[in-house]
């Protein structure tokens, strides 16, 4: 199935260098969102997302026009940033952890309670990802944080559609039931006190 062709990417493949900057902007957050759930440092990511740049703009000066055209942004980008990140944990030795960096903003007529009780929900949830083996921790994070489709989603991860859909399911059912064992937790403790 050919996909239309990718206005961004007729710029690229038109002038490298005068598209780029949109580049950098429209996947900054795809890319350090990827970087940041393998390396689980804000510092470490941002150094990775800068190197995924560089790479992307050194690949694009190189490749045929014609290849360019034919890009897939998104998980052309997440996959460079996924092999950047695993790379970047091998030097570092780095330990399985990841970071709760989700913004803390308060909504409108969000009173201080309710700010606290959607932290400690992100915090829990991020704790439960976390618990997951990688290959489903990944999966997840890339389909529902990230939302990369299931196709780029296999794109970037290098494996077969069915494989991630797998991967995506059994991830989600074992996060639905880690959920489910720490609320009934929760409650029992309750009843308790």
């Not at 704790?127 to 083996?133: A, E, F, H, K, S």
Request: net charge negative; with cysteine.
């Amino acid at each position: 199935m050919q996909e239309s062709p990718n206005p961004l990417c007729e710029r690229l493949a038109a002038d490298v260098d005068a598209a780029f900057p949109e580049l950098v902007v429209a996947h900054q957050d795809l890319v350090f969102g990827v970087a940041l759930r393998v390396v689980h440092d804000e510092h470490a990511a941002q150094d990775v997302a800068q190197e995924v740049f560089v790479r992307a703009y050194r690949a694009l000066r190189r490749y045929p026009e014609r290849q360019v055209q034919e890009l897939r942004l998104r998980s052309w980008l997440a996959r460079i940033a996924l092999n950047a990140a695993r790379n970047e944990v091998r030097a570092r030795r780095a330990h399985d952890d990841i970071d709760d960096t989700a913004a803390t903003l308060a909504e409108p007529g969000e009173g201080p309670l309710r700010l606290a009780e959607r932290n400690d929900e992100r915090r829990m949830w991020s704790r439960l990802l976390r618990q997951l083996p990688d290959r489903y921790r990944l999966a997840v994070a890339l389909r529902y944080i990230d939302d990369l489709s299931y196709p780029e989603l296999a794109e970037t991860l290098g494996r077969p559609l069915g494989s991630v859909k797998s991967d995506v399911h059994r991830g989600t059912a074992l996060l639905r039931a880690a959920y489910d064992a720490e609320q009934r937790a929760r409650g029992a403790q309750e009843a308790a006190s």
